[in-house]
């Protein structure tokens, strides 16, 4: 079991970059897989990113690879989003949570434990 606090998010200009991070309460962190969504008003909560229990896997959504790249660090209990090239469409509230497994196609039903999450905004 774990409790999660997102932070780093802000206003950025874009073509900017931050970096979330996610800390984890709890013994069992390192045995979750952990993933970034994100939420737009009136839209359900998009996958963004995925990651290994070890760190060893990554997963990433088609609209975000190569501009962010997901990490953790198990010895902080924390994992993070770091954003490149932001656009404006990455705009939304970004949230963490724990999964059991890391495989393609992830979605909401796949994840447990879930953080507040964090604004990103990403002016034009």
């Known amino acids: 079991q774990v409790a999660l606090v997102e932070s780093g998010g802000g206003l950025v200009q874009a073509g900017g970059s931050l970096r979330l991070s996610c800390v984890a309460s709890g013994r069992t962190f390192s045995s979750y897989p952990m993933g970034w969504f994100r939420q737009t008003p009136g839209k359900e909560r998009e996958f963004v990113a995925a990651?290994?229990?070890?760190?060893?896997?990554?997963n990433y959504a088609d609209t975000i690879k190569d501009r962010f790249t997901i990490s953790r660090d198990n010895a902080k209990n924390t994992v993070y989003l770091r954003m490149n090239s932001l656009k404006p469409e990455d705009t939304a509230v970004y949230f963490c949570?724990?999964?059991?497994?890391?495989?393609?196609?992830?979605?909401?039903?796949?994840?447990?434990?879930w953080g507040q999450g964090t604004q990103v905004t990403v002016s034009s």
């Open positions: 990651i290994s229990a070890s760190g060893g896997i990554t």
């Open positions: 949570a724990t999964s059991r497994r890391i495989f393609s196609g992830m979605t909401i039903s796949d994840f447990g434990t």
